[in-house]
């Protein structure tokens, strides 16, 4: 079922300190407010379990940023799907641009990161979009199509209506720059044609899909009054409370 989300993703230098003070400032000015989407927090591996502790997980769902590839084994530093499962979160952010970008994780190994996280019960948070290049090249709808079905189009019609996707224009990213509201919608609307064409009207309808790319206080409303754009995955903006909630209730 569609829903409207509000997702931060924390930085790397988040301290586990700043963190737990970000988390349980959050979570007191959710208190006792009517909101109309669901709120989640995306925090550093070494954070999951603290932050999960602190708040109220039916008010905030926890997201790790990654997770491993492989179920178990000798993969010194890894952090599986299931160890990040087990810490409290229920969903985990893969196919970041960055980590598409830094680490060259291909479409074959987020789509096994993509099983194993269905496996443990998280729901991913699956990234998609185009760097300034492809965007300016027109190819864009090219590129999230191939992003989304090399990943992600083996799966059966009932785990593909387990993941989110969150659309993120990489040109858009700490840029200061924001894909308009036009440009977010019509790209929105692109992906859920591909989806319903691999998975029928009913799975496309019912799939979130999240703008990633500088969204803020200022242009959330815009962005999400358009019918298929179902919330935000939020950077910097959501490493400050006063920042943050004015998204959240931008629905």
């Given amino acids: 079922m569609r829903k409207n989300i509000v997702a931060g993703n924390w930085k790397m230098n988040t301290t586990l300190q700043e963190g737990l003070e970000l988390a349980k400032g959050l979570n007191e000015a959710l208190k006792g407010k009517a909101i109309n989407c669901d709120v989640i927090i995306g925090t550093p591996f070494t954070h999951l379990a ?3 502790a602190a708040i109220d997980t039916d008010k905030i769902g926890v997201a790790a940023e990654n997770c491993a590839d492989k179920e178990k084994g000798a993969y010194t530093g890894e952090v599986s799907a299931a160890m990040v499962a087990s810490t409290g979160a229920k969903y985990v952010i893969l196919g970041h641009s960055e980590r598409r970008a830094y680490y060259h994780e291909t479409p074959a190994i987020l789509k096994t990161k993509v099983e ?8 991913p948070i699956f990234c998609i979009g185009e760097v300034l290049e492809e965007r300016e ?3 864009h709808f090219e590129v999230v199509d191939a992003q989304i079905k090399e990943s992600l189009f083996d799966l059966s019609a ?8 969150a ?5 858009a990213i700490g840029t200061g720059k924001t ?19 691999k998975y029928g009207n009913t799975v496309a309808d019912d799939c979130t899909i999240l703008y ?10 815009e962005l999400f009054s358009k019918p298929n754009v179902d919330g935000g995955l939020i950077g910097g903006a959501s ?4 920042k943050f909630m004015p998204i959240v209730e931008a629905f």
Avoid: M
């Fill in 167 to 171: 659309y993120e224009p990489v040109w």
């Fill in 179 to 197: 894909a308009t509201a036009e440009q977010a919608e019509e790209i929105h609307a692109h992906i859920r044609a591909t989806l319903a064409a």
């Fill in 116 to 123: 194993l996280a269905l496996a443990n019960g998280l729901t």
């Fill in 158 to 165: 009932e785990d593909f209506g387990k993941i989110v996707l």
């Fill in 137 to 139: 090249a027109g190819k």
């Fill in 239 to 242: 490493l400050a409370v006063d």
């Fill in 50 to 52: 603290s932050i999960a």
């Fill in 212 to 221: 990633g790319g500088s969204a803020n206080a200022g242009n959330a409303k």
